[in-house]
Structure formats: C-alpha cells, structure tokens
C-alpha cells in the first residue's frame, strides 16, 4: 500500500512538473491560459450557471489538453526527425487540426453561454 502511495505521489509531481514545463516554454498555452482566465472572469462577472460553468470548464479542459497533446507529438517528431519532411510535416498538420477542432467547440460554447447575456 505504502509503494503505491508513493507512486500516486510521484505521479502528481511528474504531471504538475509537466504542466509547469509548457506554461513556462510555450507560447500557446501561456495565451490559451490567458484566455481561459478571462473567460473565468466573464462567467464570475455574468454569473453564470452551474451547468455554464461545467461546459466552459469542459472547453477550456479541452483545449488546453488537445494543445498539451500538439506541443508533445510536435516535440517527439521534431526530436525523430529533426529535418523538414513532408510526412513529419502532415503529422503536425493533423495534430494542429485536433486543437482546431477542440477550439471551435470552445468558441460555440463561448458564444452559447456569453451571446445571450450581451444581447
């Protein structure tokens, strides 16, 4: 019991090491994050609902955990094959199109949630 303890642990720490190495080194999470919090001010500022609150969660969750997975399958191609290669390159075209496609659930999530209260 005593081991897995301490693995769990360790777990949390290798997973909160991860999360630090992409807020500190890349970009797009940083704004992503930026992002996020503003749209946490927005719900706290329009009050929003407890079911509002867990679909801009599930989005927000969504696009930082799409974007995460982009940045490592971009990290582990460029380390593979560090030159331009037309199917490396397809790859990462494929991996930037799941975060494409997690952003648009987040923008009509945004719009369902923030359009009605501005109009």
Excluded at 33 to 47: D, W
Excluded at 92 to 98: L, T
Aim: one cysteine or more.
């Amino acid at each position: 019991m005593k081991k897995f303890i301490c693995g769990r642990i360790k777990a949390v720490y290798y997973s909160l090491k991860g999360a630090l190495c992409l807020i500190k080194t890349e970009h797009s999470i940083q704004a992503q994050l930026f992002f996020s919090f503003l749209f946490v001010l927005a719900g706290l500022y329009f009050e929003i609902s407890k079911l509002e609150w867990m679909f801009q969660i599930l989005a927000i969750s969504l696009v930082l955990s799409t974007e995460s997975l982009n940045t490592a399958i971009e990290k582990i191609l460029d380390l593979i094959h560090p030159d331009y290669n037309k199917k490396v390159g397809f790859i990462k075209d494929i991996s930037a199109g799941a975060v494409f496609f997690a952003f648009i659930f987040a923008l009509f999530t945004a719009l369902m949630i923030y359009l009605p209260k501005l109009l």
